[in-house]
């Protein structure tokens, strides 16, 4: 465990460095390591596992696309892939990747799966925090334990391949085994973590929650709209709009950012830029700071979580889901949007 000076606080964190992927290996050595679910985090955290030489096994419901999607990255019906109970069955490790309305669907047949000294493994603490209205309450003589990669579970896979790694936070929420660290650590560096930082299941839904609410998705997309309406509402066309609000930021100063930080994006814009930008930023922030606080509690109350388990477990909810984002596919702004990503020049070339 490295020691790091997180701007003033010191954290603790775990890389391949100090808990070794051989390491890894070890602890899982006589584990069967279910991954049950494959839509998103499921083939990003089930392929790295197996690239990486852990011996793993697929459980997902057949018929649809993802069974099929299991079956073309090489996963054999009966020998690695199963229906979710079976691969539950079967395992020591369960980890729980269906989306989290479908844990609350099938935990009653899960639960039924565990033996005892197995370890429920999730990449959410929802299902846990929230029990009162998931219903799920892991047995007592389980080891439940969580992995959470802070990222979409195809940059798991992308960055994996690319020989970068994800960060994720770990936690131990229940240890009967008296390993539960070990193969949380084990399988956080398993799943390809660039490092890994700890948390509580509740901090970690805490702050996931209102991460994707606020600046991460929810946030960005109010404000982007916001500002190009303006421009819009002011006679600026779509493309001086688009480009000003979206295709700028998205192409070149976000990259900045990630690069050396906000101080070196704004230190390489010009001095106009930077003025204004110093000018402004307090101001968004001043305004935006109650929300942030609403959205905050509206997360810890559990509001949040009702809303998203009635919408998320109707049978129509991806239709439902379907048509509200093919109403910002169809917007104005977004359809210029297309039409700016069809003339950068690499989307140009025969
Ligand atoms: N998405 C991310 O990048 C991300 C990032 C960090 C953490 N997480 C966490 O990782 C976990 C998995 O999320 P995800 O986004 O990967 O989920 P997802 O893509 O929505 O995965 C859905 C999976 O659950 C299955 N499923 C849904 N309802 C079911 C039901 N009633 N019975 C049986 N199977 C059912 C789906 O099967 P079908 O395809 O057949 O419907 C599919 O395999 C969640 O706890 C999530 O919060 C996700």
Known sequence: MAQIDFGGTLEEVITAEEFSLARAREVLANE?????GYGVQGPGQALNMRDNGIDIIVGQREGGDSWQRAVADGFVPGQTLFSVAEAARRATVVQ??????????TWTEIKACLDPGDALYFSHGFAVVYKNQTGIVPPDDVDVILVAPKGSGRTVRTNFLDGSGINSSFAVHQDVTGRARQRTLAL?????????????????????????????MGCLAGVMEAQYRTLRSHGHSPSEAFNETVEELTQSLIRLVAENGMDWMFANCSTTAQRGALDWAPKFRDAVAP???????????????????EANST?????????ELEVIKNSEMWRAGAAVRSLRPENRRD
């Open 291 to 309: 929300l942030f606080e609403t959205l905050y509690a509206d997360v810890t109350s559990g509001k949040e979580t009702r809303r998203v388990l």
């Open 32 to 36: 069967t390591v279910a991954v049950l």
């Open 96 to 105: 729980y990747l269906l989306s989290d309305a479908g844990q609350v669907a």
């Open 188 to 216: 956080g560096i398993a799943i390809g973590s660039g490092y890994l930082f700890p948390t509580t299941f509740e901090k970690e839904v805490y702050s996931d929650l209102t991460g994707e609410r606020g600046v991460l």
């Open 315 to 323: 049978d129509d909810y991806r239709e439902r889901l379907q048509k």
